[in-house]
Structure formats: C-alpha cells, structure tokens
C-alpha cells in the first residue's frame, strides 16, 4: 500500500495573454488539486493501492474532492471532514512570459486540520510513504502529522518518498529545516532542479547515505542518481498546454514503478512519459493515466 498525506486544495486557474497590462478574464474551475492529491491520483489510476490521509470541509469543495479521487482509485476512508472549516482553495495565474503566480487560501481551512491521532497504523501499514514538502510548509496539525509519519514509518522499516516541493524564496528558515529533516530521512528523493541547494544538502552526500535522488528537470526530463550510476533521462517533446502537476504526476509514476520491482532508470523513463502526456491536458487530475503505463 501506497499512503500519501497531505493538503487537498481546490484549484481555480486563469491564463492572461499578452504582455501589456492585466486584463478582465475569468478563472476557471473548481478543479481537484493540491500537491499531495494529484500524486495520489496519479499512483491510483497506475493501478497501485493508494490511501490518502487529507481533510476537506464540509462543503461542496469537499465532496468534489472526495469524488474525484474515488473515481481515479484512491482509498479515501481515511479522509477527515471538518464540522467548522472550509475546504483550502487555491488560484493560479499563468502569464505570457511562461511564468505563473499562485494564491493559496489555507490558514484557518480544513487542509491542515489533520490530528497525528488520525494516522491509526496507517504508516506500519504502508509499504512506502510519500510526503510532499508542502505539507511541512503550510504547519499546524498536518505538519505534526507528516513528521510522526515519518517517524514511525522509518521505525517499521518502510520505505520513504519525499518531494521537497519547496519556493525558497518564500518559504521560512523552520520550513526550510523541515523539508531538510524530511528529505534526510527518504528513501526516494524527488527534488526539481536548484531545491536541494535551497535545502543545504547535496546529491554527492545523499547516494553515498544509499539514497535514490531523481532531479525534475522539467521539460528537459530528469537524472537519476544511485550509488551506482547518474544517468539522463530525456523527456518526450510534447506540445504543452499545462504543467501544473506534472512534477507530482512524475513522482507519483517513479514510486509505482519502483513498487512495481521496475530499477530507477526505467521507473525515471516511464515517468517521463506519463508526466510529458500529462502537460497536454489542461486538468493534470484528468490527463490519461492507466496501469499498462507501468509495463
């Protein structure tokens, strides 16, 4: 079993064109979202046993969120449904120039009232456990959560996945030694391209711990580090359309694979492929995903 915790976000997106000054447009939307999430999705429409440990309010966000991951496969028995807070929402601005501005609306919402009480034996549970670095950065009860997952996941000799996930020029120093200690304690690194610099560590010390460190490189592709080898994995080219997701999808398809006994190369190379497919959809949660991605 796959245990992913997180944030569940509700996304909306809106795209200006031009280079002048912004213009009327409308965000589109709700979509399912949050890093953590898309992950979950992902792994579950690869055909893996997914839960997602998350809360949403009570609110039709909520339910929107619940449905679509029970549609793509996730195990959301385990989802958290807040009496007094509202389900998080997030709004994403994509500007001519290819750059993007977010807004996330997560202080006082559901997306971190997630208690460590709520972990039962899920993380003894797990074969691996995947924890997105945002989830560290948006604190309280969730932060709490992830760390003790952590813990005693290690403890019962699980296997570990953290993206860091992580703007270092917004997030706060306590935020930055968390993802640090995190990413300290993974099996599987899954880092895009500067984030290990932001976080004071290196992939020279890092493989030589025995650990497994993929670097995103976005549409370029990914390299692979083992203590054996460091070997470029190119990326299809695709005509994008949206990358939001993307990474979380090619993280979510490197763990299934390597559950699946695939080696880090090709569980880097298959990823590629369903994270390139997935940018050409305008929704990552419905890019197509399926179980033969992973033979």
Do not use: Q
């Given at each position: 079993m796959l245990l992913v915790i997180g944030e569940a976000i509700t996304a909306?997106?809106?795209?200006?064109?031009?280079?002048?000054?912004?213009?009327?447009?409308?965000?589109?939307?709700?979509?399912?979202?949050?890093?953590?999430?898309?992950?979950?999705?992902?792994?579950?429409?690869?055909?893996?046993?997914?839960v997602a440990l998350m809360a949403v309010g009570n609110d039709d966000f909520g339910i929107q969120m619940r449905d679509v991951l029970n549609a793509h496969g996730?195990?959301?028995?385990?989802?958290?449904?807040?009496?007094?807070?509202?389900?998080?929402?997030?709004?994403?601005?994509?500007r001519a120039d290819g750059s993007r501005s977010f807004i996330f609306y997560v202080h006082e919402t559901s997306a971190t009232e997630v208690p460590p009480v709520s972990l039962k034996d899920?993380?003894?549970?797990?074969?691996?456990?995947?924890?997105?670095?945002?989830?560290?950065?948006?604190?309280?009860?969730?932060?709490?959560?992830?760390?003790?997952?952590?813990?005693?996941?290690?403890r019962a000799g699980k296997k570990i996945s953290v993206d860091p996930?992580?703007?270092?020029?917004?997030?706060s120093e306590d935020t930055l030694m968390q993802v640090r200690a995190a990413v300290l304690e993974a099996n599987y690194i899954l880092p895009s391209h500067g984030e290990l610099d932001a976080l004071g560590l290196s992939v020279t010390d890092l493989i030589l711990a025995g650990k497994?460190?993929?670097?995103?490189?976005?549409?370029?592709?990914?390299?692979?580090f083992t203590s054996e080898q460091g070997q470029f994995v190119p990326a299809p080219k695709v005509s994008e359309l949206n990358a939001d997701g993307a990474g979380d999808i090619f993280a979510a398809t490197f763990i299934a694979a390597v559950m699946q006994q695939k080696s880090p190369v090709r569980a880097a190379e298959i990823a590629c492929d369903v994270a390139a497919r997935s940018v050409t959809s305008s929704d990552p949660m419905n890019s197509l995903i399926q179980p033969s991605d992973l033979l």
């Open positions: 909306f997106m809106r795209t200006i064109k031009g280079n002048g000054p912004d213009v009327e447009t409308s965000f589109e939307g709700p979509v399912a979202s949050g890093a953590p999430m898309i992950f979950a999705s992902a792994a579950a429409r690869l055909g893996i046993n997914t996730v195990d959301t028995s385990h989802c958290l449904i807040s009496k007094t807070r509202p389900t998080s929402c997030g709004f994403v601005t994509y899920l993380p003894e549970s797990a074969d691996v456990l995947h924890i997105s670095g945002s989830a560290l950065s948006f604190g309280g009860e969730l932060a709490a959560t992830v760390k003790e997952a952590i813990a005693r996941a290690k996930n992580v703007r270092a020029e917004t997030a497994v460190v993929v670097v995103k490189e976005g549409a370029k592709g990914a390299t692979v």
